[in-house]
């Protein structure tokens, strides 16, 4: 079964514009990971954020942690064509186990 | 250069027989992990291991095994039991304690039986 839901499905923007994407949660968990994944490719990891954390950055990406409304959002500033990929949030919830969303497919057109 | 390697890239399997897909790691990490995923969906974990030797199930083991002879290598065998077997399969590395820090991954084995 799956923990980490992300929102929306799918999203398509312009170049240059922002995308947020959002993820939320069920159980109390130790981090949150987001990863991005080109069509037919492994996975890159781009940002953990700590239960103990409210927001991370990283280049273009901000990602935001809630614990009180179990939710997460990656914000992708000033988009790219290259940034043309399906993103997915991972949660460790501290049973031995990783679950991933099922992921929001972004389109960035140039 | 360092990193996670997996092969084949493509592999076809007929009904009835077993398959063993090869994941090798040369980052030194301790922590290996397989998934498996289905067209439209994220990840669901396999296997896991934390150290040579020692593995544990994941959410979706059924079907399949795994051996951890040395830190380097994590292969995944997909047996005649699992129903369902097409799907893209990801394994992955991390350092330190299992599931803390940031996995890589590896580019992928898509699996097809006929």
């Known amino acids: 079964s799956q923990q980490g839901e992300e929102d929306p499905q799918a999203l398509s923007i312009q170049e240059g514009e922002n995308a947020t994407m959002n993820c939320s949660y069920k159980?109390?968990?130790?981090?949150l990971q987001w990863y991005r994944q080109n069509s037919g490719r492994g996975l890159v990891h781009l940002i953990l954020?700590?239960?103990?954390?409210r927001e991370k950055h990283s280049g273009r990406l901000r990602v935001t942690l809630d614990t009180s409304k179990k939710s997460s959002s990656l914000l992708i500033t000033a988009s790219r064509a290259a940034d043309t990929a399906s993103y997915f949030c991972?949660?460790?919830?501290?049973?031995?186990?990783?679950?991933f969303g099922a992921g929001t497919r972004l389109t960035v057109k140039p | 250069d360092g990193g996670i390697t997996q092969s084949p890239k493509y592999l076809f399997r007929k009904e009835g027989q077993n398959v063993t897909l090869s994941c090798e790691q040369n980052?030194?990490?301790?922590?290996m992990y397989w998934y498996r995923q289905d067209p439209g969906q994220g990840l669901r974990l396999i296997y896991y291991?934390?150290?040579?030797?020692?593995?544990q199930k994941g959410d979706i083991a059924e079907g399949y095994s795994v051996s951890r002879e040395k830190k380097e290598s994590f292969p995944l065998t997909v047996t005649s039991a699992q129903k369902n077997p097409t799907a893209f399969y990801l394994c992955?590395?991390?350092?330190?304690?299992?599931?803390?820090?940031?996995?890589?991954f590896g580019p992928g084995t898509r699996l097809t039986v006929l």
């Open positions: 991972a949660t460790d919830e501290g049973n031995n186990d990783m679950r």
């Open positions: 992955a590395s991390s350092a330190g304690q299992i599931f803390y820090n940031e996995q890589f």
């Open positions: 980052l030194n990490h301790d922590a």
């Open positions: 159980t109390s968990i130790n981090n």
């Open positions: 291991s934390q150290i040579v030797n020692d593995f």
């Open positions: 954020i700590r239960s103990n954390e």
